[in-house]
């Protein structure tokens, strides 16, 4: 890898994909194939068309990136823009500040989102940080998940230890996990003049240790359960404890 040339872009230019060191574009390129490579930066636009990106390092986007096949790499910052056509893995880290998509899997070690990540595939990773927008119309598995941002997710989340702070509306179809928290983060939120319900919307809710405030769910299962305020749950299942908050609504409970 060592004796890999470098290539770097500066203006305008189209290369063969193939094996090479560092990458760096600053203006716009594009590369035809597969491209394997020690570092991969862009700031200006690059593209990678009809083939993969394989990179052995860090990958770091502060601009527009497009990759038409999938893309690897040890660790990934993207402050600008970077969409995938499929899958993405990234051996330690991903960091979004910006704006990331892939229509594949994604998988990292680590993940955290300030910006929007969003994918059609599946979300997987030791551990999951979000203070942003995540969006996948597939499942979410991590060890832990921290979310104070926004999620729509249509299949089950599923991690050891779930903590959700909601600073506006978020849908999770179903959650699974060893604890599983859900609260309501301090401040106001007004859009337009009208304020948000920050609530969380499920259709299950399944853990040993569950506490809930402002959630609407059909079904809580578990352990030992406590219902907060502001929820709206259809049926509790419980086979330890069950406490609830004067102001919320539970239609049914259910010792198991």
Not at 126 to 135: A, D, F, R
Not at 155 to 178: C, F, K, P, Q, R
Request: glycine share 14%; aromatic share 4%.
């Amino acid at each position: 890898m060592t004796n890999w040339n470098d290539i770097h872009i500066s203006g305008g230019g189209k290369i063969s994909g193939g094996r090479c060191g560092n990458v760096n574009i600053s203006g716009s390129g594009k590369i035809q194939g597969d491209l394997e490579c020690e570092s991969f930066h862009v700031s200006g636009a690059g593209k990678v068309e009809d083939g993969n990106l394989t990179v052995h390092g860090p990958l770091a986007c502060s601009g527009a990136a497009k990759v038409e096949g999938s893309v690897s790499a040890v660790s990934a910052r993207v402050s600008g823009s970077l969409h995938t056509a499929g899958s993405a893995s990234f051996d330690e880290s991903l960091a979004i500040s910006g704006s990331f998509h892939a229509e594949g899997d994604v998988k990292a070690g680590k993940l955290s989102a300030s910006g929007v990540c969003k994918t059609t595939g599946s979300i997987s990773g030791n551990e999951i940080t979000v203070s942003g927008v995540l969006k996948t119309e597939k499942d979410v598995q991590a060890e832990r998940f921290y979310s104070s941002g926004a999620l729509s997710i249509d299949g089950l989340l599923n991690a050891e230890n779930v903590e959700i702070w909601l600073s506006g509306d978020s849908m999770v179809h179903t959650i699974g996990g060893g604890k599983v928290s859900v609260k309501k983060k301090s401040g106001s939120f007004v859009i337009i003049g009208f304020k948000r319900r920050n609530h969380l919307t499920s259709a299950l809710i399944e853990a040993d240790e569950i506490d809930l405030e402002y959630t609407d769910c059909e079904t809580v299962r578990g352990v030992d359960v406590h219902i907060g305020p502001e929820c709206v749950i259809d049926r509790v299942e419980y086979s330890g404890t069950l406490t609830t908050d004067p102001n919320c609504t539970v239609r049914e409970k259910v010792k198991i």
